[in-house]
């Protein structure tokens, strides 16, 4: 079993500890194991803007005014939106109605957990 570290970035084997850094002898790409494993860990979960995970089913606050396409007047900051569904493949990762607008996506990062 071997001990070797990929690079992220390439993909390559070739890689040596400096510090409490891992340096890649390829593309020279510097990263922290810790962090590199702390990413991996919130990988395929959704989180909204403050870092909370979101579930289906939660209530969300919207944080900024969003303009729709097509609406006369945006979304404002501070509309309460209840009952999500979560889509992870997707861009716009969440699903939701609001109430004046009907059924849109949202992106979680313009949103947090009410």
Same mark, same amino acid.
């Given at each position: 079993?071997?001990? +070797?570290?990929?690079? &992220?970035?390439?993909?390559? %084997?070739? +890689?040596? &500890?400096?510090?409490? *850094?891992?340096?890649?002898? $390829?593309?020279?790409? %510097?990263?922290? &194991? %810790?962090?590199?494993?702390? /990413? +991996?860990? #919130? /990988?395929?979960?959704?989180?909204?803007?403050? !870092?909370? /995970?979101? $579930?289906?089913?939660?209530?969300?606050?919207?944080?900024?005014?969003?303009?729709?396409?097509?609406?006369?007047? &945006?979304?404002?900051?501070? +509309?309460?939106?209840? #009952?999500?569904?979560?889509?992870?493949?997707?861009?716009? #990762?969440?699903?939701?109605?609001?109430? !004046?607008?009907?059924? *849109?996506?949202?992106?979680? /990062?313009?949103?947090?957990?009410?």
């Amino acid at each position: 079993m071997s001990d +070797t570290v990929l690079c &992220p970035k390439c993909s390559s %084997e070739f +890689t040596y &500890p400096s510090d409490n *850094m891992m340096v890649c002898s $390829q593309c020279f790409y %510097e990263w922290s &194991p %810790e962090e590199t494993a702390a /990413e +991996t860990a #919130n /990988e395929g979960k959704i989180l909204d803007s403050n !870092g909370n /995970e979101l $579930q289906d089913g939660d209530s969300v606050v919207v944080i900024k005014d969003l303009p729709v396409k097509g609406a006369p007047k &945006p979304v404002k900051a501070g +509309t309460k939106v209840k #009952n999500i569904r979560l889509r992870p493949d997707s861009d716009h #990762n969440i699903d939701c109605k609001i109430d !004046g607008f009907g059924s *849109m996506a949202l992106k979680s /990062e313009f949103v947090k957990k009410a």
